[in-house]
């Protein structure tokens, strides 16, 4: 049974885009709040992989979704610097974007600090499984978090094949 079938135990997975937390030069601060979030919702999850910035956010994800997951979820590597490509790496691999869920993180981090609309991060279906990116700083995930909590169970439910409104 794949973990996306209902009644079976939906997997999760996180990847950390972060060049200097990947090469051990400080520790990653957003990787166990979304691992928290995930288990409060009842997610069963693989262990967090932290790689540096650019294709290996690509490879990562690609990884995982051999693993047939639910929801993956990245953090980082959503801003302007150059070496910021998870949108790039995650953007090929997306089936069906689904833009309100990134509109709503968007605003709702807006309305703490206007740098919120310079996040450039996706949301969107690859297979049964739904990948979104979330920005590196803590507050920036637990703003992310916060808008995906009343949506997560009713998006999961309609992509694997769900059909309740």
């Not at 939906?10 to 166990?32: F, N």
Request: proline share 8%; glycine share 12%; aromatic share 4%.
């Amino acid at each position: 049974m794949s973990a996306c079938e209902p009644n079976s135990v939906r997997k999760a997975g996180v990847v950390i885009a972060s060049t200097r937390a990947a090469a051990g030069i400080y520790a990653d601060e957003t990787g166990p709040i979304i691992l928290d979030w995930l288990n409060e919702h009842g997610f069963e999850t693989f262990p967090t992989l932290v790689v540096p910035d650019g294709e290996p956010v690509g490879a990562a994800l690609r990884a995982l979704l051999t693993q047939d997951p639910a929801v993956v979820i990245t953090s980082g590597g959503t801003g302007l610097s150059p070496d910021d490509k998870t949108p790039e790496m995650t953007l090929p691999l997306l089936d069906r974007e689904i833009p309100g869920i990134m509109e709503g993180i968007r605003r709702a981090g807006a309305a703490k600090t206007p740098m919120a609309m310079l996040s450039r991060g996706h949301a969107g279906a690859a297979g049964k499984t739904f990948i979104i990116n979330l920005p590196g700083s803590p507050k920036g995930v637990m703003d992310g978090l916060a808008v995906l909590d009343p949506v997560i169970g009713h998006l999961c439910e309609q992509m694997e094949g769900s059909h309740g409104h």
